[in-house]
C-alpha cells in the first residue's frame, strides 16, 4: 500500500544528543513536510522539500536540519542546539502541480528528551 | 500572513448530539479551506475541503462552507458518534510556488456513549 512511513514510532534522548527521525514515502510525491506538534499549540512547520536536493526552512526551523537526497526520503535531525525538542513530529508529503493543498501524514515520531 | 483561529476545546457532547466546531482565517489572496482530523496516536487524515466560495465540503456526514464574506469555515455533524472523537484541525493554503498549509491549534472532541 502507499502511504507514508516514519520511524521510530518513539524515541528518547539524552540532553547534548542529536537525534535523526526518519520519514520514507511510496507516493512518488514530489513535496516533502515535517511538521512539530505540541499540546494546545497545533502544528507547526519545521523545514518543506519541493524537489531534490532542496529544502525551505518553515517557521521553526532553529535548532533542526534536513536533507533531501532522494525523493523518497525526508530524514530529519533534531540537533542539540533545539532547546525545548520533546514533542510529537509529523511527516507529511503532497503532490506540487495543483491547488488542492492535500496533505499526506505519517503516523508520527513521538521525541521525549530525558 | 496567512492565520487560522479555531474555536478552544475541550468539546464534550453525547452521541446523537449537533457538532459545530468553529473556524476564521485571514488570508492574503482566495484560500483553499481545510479540515483535517487526527485520531488519538495517528497522524492527520483530510476530513474535507473547499476550494472557492460558495463550496460546501462534506465526508462521513461532516460538512463545512466556505464563507467569503465572513471569512470562515465552520465543521458541522448532524448527529455525532463515538467513533468521531478525535483532535480536528482547520487549516488553509494560499497555494502560489508553495503548498504550505497554515493550520489552526486544534480541538479536541470527545463523545460519550
Known amino acids: 500500500d502507499g502511504g507514508i512511513t516514519q520511524s521510530p514510532k518513539y524515541l528518547f534522548r539524552k540532553e547534548g544528543q542529536n537525534v535523526t527521525l526518519s520519514c520514507e514515502q511510496n507516493?512518488?510525491?514530489?513535496?516533502m513536510y515535517w511538521y512539530r506538534q505540541d499540546p494546545g499549540q497545533g502544528l507547526r512547520l519545521i523545514y518543506y522539500?519541493?524537489?531534490?536536493?532542496?529544502?525551505q526552512k518553515g517557521d521553526i526551523a532553529e535548532g533542526y536540519s534536513v536533507s533531501r537526497e532522494k525523493k523518497e526520503s525526508f530524514p530529519l535531525t533534531v540537533t542539540s542546539a533545539q532547546k525545548n525538542p520533546t514533542a510529537f513530529y509529523l511527516c507529511?508529503?503532497?503532490?506540487?502541480?495543483?491547488?488542492?493543498?492535500?496533505?499526506?501524514f505519517g503516523e508520527g515520531s513521538r521525541l521525549t528528551v530525558l | 500572513g496567512d492565520s487560522v483561529t479555531q474555536m478552544e476545546g475541550p468539546v464534550t457532547l453525547s452521541e446523537e448530539a449537533f457538532l459545530t466546531i468553529n473556524c476564521t482565517y485571514t488570508?492574503?489572496?482566495?484560500?483553499?479551506l481545510f479540515w483535517y482530523v487526527q485520531y488519538p496516536g495517528e497522524g492527520l487524515q483530510l476530513l474535507l475541503k473547499?476550494?472557492?466560495?460558495?463550496d460546501k465540503g462534506s465526508n462521513k456526514g461532516f460538512e463545512a462552507t466556505y464563507r467569503k464574506e465572513t471569512t470562515s469555515f465552520h465543521l458541522e455533524k448532524g448527529s455525532v458518534q463515538v467513533s468521531d472523537s478525535a483532535v480536528y484541525f482547520c487549516?488553509?493554503?494560499?497555494?502560489?510556488?508553495?503548498?504550505?498549509?497554515?493550520f489552526g491549534k486544534g480541538t479536541l472532541l470527545t463523545v460519550n456513549p
Open positions: 507529511a508529503s503532497s503532490i506540487i502541480g495543483s491547488n488542492t493543498g492535500e496533505l499526506f
Open positions: 507516493l512518488n510525491h514530489d513535496a
Open positions: 522539500s519541493q524537489i531534490v536536493n532542496d529544502f
Open positions: 488570508a492574503t489572496g482566495y484560500p483553499s
Open positions: 473547499a476550494t472557492k466560495a460558495d
Open positions: 487549516a488553509l493554503t494560499s497555494g502560489g510556488s508553495n503548498y504550505k498549509l497554515t
